[in-house]
């Protein structure tokens, strides 16, 4: 099953780096991309089936340590 979030930025640099650094996270069907404005990235990924899937709380982790929150 496929989960789609967005997660909303103070600023273009945060929000850069927040997509950057997703890149390099293990998920299955990781795709990322800047969402409705330079101040948003949006995340969709496949949730991994039979095991505890903690990818969400991974990206609003590292979302809250760039001063960013979940909006989707």
Known sequence: ???SVEFQFET???AYRFLNTVKHIEAEGLRVKFGRTDHHVSVKYRYSLGEFDSTLSTLDD????????EVS
Request: hydrophobic share 35%; charged share 35%.
């Open 12 to 14: 273009e640099m945060s």
């Open 62 to 69: 590292l979302a809250r340590e760039l001063g960013g929150e």
């Open 1 to 3: 099953m496929e989960n």
